[in-house]
């Protein structure tokens, strides 16, 4: 008990009276210090188990400029791809006994997501995954890192959207058009480039490209444009995720095309209702997992292990060109 009748709060003078060390040595143990005896760390941690003990990070950030938290700035985080990541994310950081902190924003604008970094920094985070980052979103001029979730290069998803294209040429589709996102997202900007570089590999023609915003109600106003290449003698549409290719494909079925009998339509995400789209969804799947744990290895100055390569899914959406 505390002198005031509460309940005292354990510290690590009582970890390191019940372990039979130094608090210096239990300090080590708790921070991942190299060159601890395997026996005295299990000493240790079995005595932070018994008595409960709880780390106080303020604390331990003024000692070691470390808050075992990592960081995450997120735009338009109700969408399927940026919740995903998040909450992949907070597993990869708990898979490395850290937490996440998360500061939401809605806007591209540069100003506004500094804003939500130095909100970031200032609690002392350890390093920031950006989910969602837009082609103006800083990367540079922290303290600490500033990771892109994907990776700033987004080879990966160029490989990803180059696979649903093959798949339309492997079927007999010559003539495709795209349904890219938002033209200042890093992530649509990388898989409109996998897409222009499997049309021109495979010798393809890409008879238009048209813009959504990643929701449903806009790959369904899009069907008219769509619908209008078709009659030009498009066959397939690559979509660049899932849930503008359900809003395309109603609103192509109220135009009175079918999938795939009129035209192939694939997505990407691979979301948990692709499979039960009518009819099911081609779609192309990302390592979500993995990708989270490269970017919070990268922000902790980890060597990070790769990712899956991507994973085409194919369903009914999609038939050999008749």
Same mark, same amino acid.
């Given at each position: 008990?505390?002198?005031?009748?509460?309940?005292?709060?354990?510290?690590?003078?009582?970890?390191?009276?019940?372990?039979?060390?130094?608090?210096?040595?239990?300090?080590?143990?708790?921070?991942?210090?190299?060159?601890?005896?395997?026996?005295?760390?299990?000493?240790?941690?079995?005595?932070?188990?018994?008595?409960?003990?709880?780390?106080?990070?303020?604390?331990?950030?003024?000692?070691?400029?470390?808050?075992?938290?990592?960081?995450?700035? @997120?735009?338009? +985080?109700?969408?399927?791809?940026? &919740? $995903?990541?998040? =909450?992949?994310?907070?597993? *990869?950081?708990?898979? !490395? /006994?850290?937490?996440?902190?998360?500061?939401?924003?809605?806007?591209?604008d540069p100003a506004d997501i500094d804003a939500a970094v130095r909100h970031l920094l200032d609690q002392g985070v350890d390093g920031i995954v950006l989910v969602a980052a837009h082609g103006a979103t800083p990367l540079e001029g922290y303290d600490v890192p500033l990771v892109p979730l994907y990776g700033e290069s987004g080879i990966r998803q160029r490989d990803a959207a180059a696979l649903v294209v093959d798949h339309l040429a492997d079927l007999g589709h010559r003539r495709i058009v795209e349904v @890219?996102?938002? +033209?200042?997202?890093?992530?649509? &900007? $990388?898989?409109? =480039?996998?897409?222009?570089? *499997?049309?021109?590999? !495979? /010798?393809?023609?890409?008879?238009?490209?048209?813009?959504?915003?990643?929701?449903?109600?806009?790959?369904?106003?899009?069907?008219?444009?769509?619908?209008?290449?078709?009659?030009?003698?498009?066959?397939?549409?690559?979509?660049?995720?899932?849930?503008?290719?359900?809003?395309?494909?109603?609103?192509?079925?109220?135009?009175?095309?079918?999938?795939?009998?009129?035209?192939?339509?694939?997505?990407?995400?691979?979301?948990?209702?692709?499979?039960?789209?009518?009819?099911?969804?081609?779609?192309?799947?990302?390592?979500?997992?993995?990708?989270?744990?490269?970017?919070?290895?990268?922000?902790?100055?980890?060597?990070?292990?790769?990712?899956?390569?991507?994973?085409?899914?194919?369903?009914?959406?999609?038939?050999?060109?008749?």
């Amino acid at each position: 008990m505390s002198g005031d009748g509460g309940v005292r709060r354990i510290g690590m003078r009582d970890v390191a009276d019940a372990a039979g060390v130094s608090t210096q040595t239990v300090s080590r143990v708790l921070n991942d210090y190299p060159g601890i005896r395997d026996a005295t760390r299990e000493r240790v941690l079995a005595a932070v188990a018994a008595l409960d003990y709880r780390v106080n990070n303020a604390a331990r950030a003024l000692g070691t400029s470390l808050t075992r938290t990592v960081g995450v700035v @997120a735009s338009d +985080a109700v969408l399927h791809g940026p &919740s $995903a990541g998040i =909450a992949a994310l907070e597993r *990869a950081a708990r898979a !490395r /006994g850290r937490w996440i902190s998360t500061a939401y924003t809605d806007s591209d604008d540069p100003a506004d997501i500094d804003a939500a970094v130095r909100h970031l920094l200032d609690q002392g985070v350890d390093g920031i995954v950006l989910v969602a980052a837009h082609g103006a979103t800083p990367l540079e001029g922290y303290d600490v890192p500033l990771v892109p979730l994907y990776g700033e290069s987004g080879i990966r998803q160029r490989d990803a959207a180059a696979l649903v294209v093959d798949h339309l040429a492997d079927l007999g589709h010559r003539r495709i058009v795209e349904v @890219a996102g938002p +033209a200042d997202w890093r992530e649509a &900007s $990388a898989r409109t =480039a996998g897409v222009a570089d *499997a049309v021109a590999r !495979r /010798g393809l023609t890409l008879v238009d490209r048209v813009e959504g915003d990643w929701s449903a109600a806009s790959g369904s106003a899009l069907a008219d444009a769509v619908a209008g290449r078709i009659a030009d003698g498009a066959t397939a549409v690559a979509v660049a995720n899932d849930q503008m290719a359900l809003g395309l494909t109603a609103g192509l079925a109220a135009r009175g095309l079918r999938v795939p009998a009129d035209v192939s339509v694939t997505g990407f995400d691979d979301n948990p209702d692709a499979g039960f789209y009518s009819p099911p969804l081609t779609t192309v799947r990302l390592d979500v997992e993995g990708e989270a744990a490269e970017a919070v290895a990268r922000v902790l100055g980890d060597e990070p292990t790769a990712p899956a390569r991507p994973v085409l899914v194919p369903r009914a959406s999609t038939a050999a060109l008749r």
